[in-house]
């Protein structure tokens, strides 16, 4: 008869990613989030929008406060500061 032990997580794991992003400030999106647009749509336009919902094709609507809605993709925000 085989017998398995639970084992518990290793505590010493680092995240390896955590500071080996290439964009500074980066984040898993997640709806209601608020972020830094990293290119605003005109220059008189926020520079910050709030995450509604993802799209199927992994792109996200956005609002952007006095502008409206926006299709973005991840590589377009980051977390603010």
């Given amino acids: 008869m085989k017998t398995t032990t639970n084992q518990q997580p ?14 500074p400030q980066c984040l898993i999106p997640l709806p209601s989030t608020w972020v830094a647009l990293l290119e605003p749509q005109t220059s008189s336009c926020y520079d910050e929008a709030l995450l509604m919902c993802q799209y199927l094709d992994g792109y996200w609507a956005a609002w952007i406060p006095d502008f409206g809605e926006i299709k973005l993709h991840s590589g377009q925000f980051c977390r603010m500061s």
Avoid: D, F, V, Y
Wanted: glycine share 0%.
């Fill in 10 to 23: 290793n505590k010493t794991h680092k995240n390896i990613w955590k500071n080996s992003s290439p964009t």
